[in-house]
């Protein structure tokens, strides 16, 4: 079946400092997503990415789909202690319409 | 967008026992999603409910364990039968909806946080 992995699994930042998380799939994407799951929250869905190569911005984060539709990255700048969270990307292959979740990035912010 | 409440929060249950979570949209959806988020995990999909139709578990998850009622298309309940510790988990409903940016995304409701001992 699809897979969607997703690495690093924890990333432990100083604050003010960049990081990024990647996701890597087996098969082709109609589309993925990202999701922000705040300790003792639900995922709460942040971005959409859909056509080959597309960038989106929102303020100090940074989306990115792959040219071949499998890869996507989030980038984070001058990490701040709100962006404590776990970010989880979700695929959707070609032909489903369930969302197939990574293992998610737990990001802790050192002040 | 669409708004998801669902009950109860939390519950601490014996083994043996079942509970029932309901989940409320306030709109109407075709679909409803139930995952399952143990803990420090990510989210995996147990079945997607569908109006006037049985559910479509995933592999791993069948129905005298897990029996999903989808009675209108604002309501369903995911039942969790003869739990033993390893169901400990949160289990989150979810619906597509669409956003102001015309994105579908999934929209989850706050969860319910399981404990079986």
């Known amino acids: 079946g699809q897979q969607v992995m997703q690495i690093p699994q924890y990333q432990h930042v100083q604050e003010g400092e960049d990081f990024t998380t990647y996701c890597n799939s087996s098969t082709t994407l109609s589309n993925i997503q990202w999701y922000k799951q705040r300790p003792g929250g639900h995922p709460v869905f942040l971005i959409q990415?859909?056509?080959?190569?597309e960038v989106k911005k929102q303020k100090r984060l940074t989306f990115q789909f792959g040219e071949a539709k499998k890869n996507s990255s989030l980038h984070i700048t001058a990490t701040q202690t709100t962006d404590v969270g776990t970010y989880f990307c979700a695929g959707l292959p070609s032909n489903d319409y369930k969302l197939s979740f990574g293992a998610g990035t737990t990001v802790t912010v050192r002040a | 967008s669409a708004v998801i409440s669902q009950k109860p929060s939390r519950d601490i249950c014996q083994r043996g026992t079942s509970l029932t979570i309901q989940c409320q949209v306030d709109s109407q959806v075709t679909m409803m999603f139930w995952y399952r988020q143990q803990p420090g995990q990510s989210l995996t999909l147990i079945a997607t409910a569908n109006q006037g139709s049985e559910a479509t578990y995933e592999s791993g998850f069948v129905i005298d364990k897990f029996p999903i009622s989808r009675p209108n298309l604002t309501f369903s309940t995911l039942t969790v039968s003869n739990m033993s510790p390893e169901d400990s988990s949160i289990y989150l409903c979810?619906?597509?909806?669409?956003?102001?940016?015309?994105?579908?995304?999934?929209?989850f409701g706050p969860g319910t946080r399981l404990t079986v001992t």
């Open positions: 979810s619906v597509y909806g669409q956003d102001k940016m015309n994105d579908y995304e999934q929209y």
């Open positions: 990415l859909v056509k080959s190569g």
